[in-house]
């Protein structure tokens, strides 16, 4: 017996026609897919990888493995914040291991675990993409810009105790884990634009390119490739 009751399924399967409706090749829709079931439990559960594959017509097991393989699904219940810390190897030497470090002993937890209030689940992650903030942690897939033991220190400390918190980028307050997984299964929360995007070192580059006239090649003007000037020469 499933889960999810009947407004619950129905609900689901609406919106899984939806997702599916975007794309040449149904199976192309597997990740959303099992994005708007993690919306709908926290995590992918078992029903909810059922669910994918019969909605799908593709097996369980090929399902499994998609789930199995993207570090982005949980597949047990977690926190409503998931706060990831980088320990790459840029934020790691800025201080991203000492972070984490702090934060395992501050909330008593592992790695993957979440606090007895199911507030915060905490996991190291490989890279935020963010290398020009180090380090760097993302709560829910929002970025906190070059922190420190203390920093993150309170900023878990407030998502325990429900204070307003602001990304240093994006929108001015976090949604929830499940809010999050809703939106990358591609229902539009209307916040992608709020906010600073792009800041700081980000734009070091481009600002240097406009003031020296740098411009990328054009493409129809590239010089012939190895392969392509020993094709040349044969003929």
Same mark, same amino acid.
Request: charge should be negative.
């Given at each position: ?57 593709? +097996? ?5 493995? %998609? ?10 219940? /977690? ?8 320990? $790459?190897?840029?934020?790691? %030497? ?19 675990? +979440? +606090? ?11 890279? $935020? ?16 810009? $070059?922190? +420190?033991?203390?920093?993150?220190? !309170? ?7 429900? $204070? ?5 980028? /994006? ?11 809703? %939106? ?5 929360? /209307? ?13 070091? /580059? ?22 392509? !000037? ?6």
């Amino acid at each position: 017996m499933s889960a999810f009751d009947d407004e619950v399924l129905a609900r689901l399967e609406q919106d899984a026609k939806e997702i599916i409706s975007r794309y040449p090749k149904a199976r192309s829709a597997l990740l959303p897919l099992l994005h708007l079931v993690q919306a709908e439990e926290g995590h992918v559960s078992e029903d909810g990888m059922r669910f994918c594959a019969d909605q799908l017509d593709i +097996t369980l097991a090929e399902v499994k493995a %998609v789930v199995t393989f993207y570090t982005m699904y949980r597949r047990r219940p /977690g926190g409503d914040y998931q706060v990831g810390v980088c320990t $790459n190897t840029l934020c790691a %030497v800025m201080g991203g291991d000492e972070i984490f470090a702090a934060l395992k002993e501050h909330l008593d937890l592992g790695n993957a675990e +979440t +606090t007895e209030d199911g507030k915060v689940t905490l996991e190291h992650v490989e890279c $935020n993409a963010a290398c020009d903030f180090a380090p760097v942690v993302m709560v829910n897939w929002e970025f906190f810009d $070059n922190q +420190t033991p203390a920093t993150a220190k !309170q900023l878990v400390d407030d998502l325990r105790l429900g $204070n307003d918190v602001a990304p240093t980028r /994006g929108p001015s307050s976090l949604c929830t884990w499940k809010q999050a997984s809703r %939106v990358l299964a591609g229902f539009d929360d /209307g916040r992608a634009g709020e906010g600073v995007q792009a800041a700081g070192p980000s734009l070091v /580059g481009l600002k240097l390119a406009q003031e020296r006239g740098w411009r990328a090649p054009d493409p129809a003007d590239l010089p012939a490739r190895p392969d392509e !000037q020993g094709e040349e020469g044969a003929k």
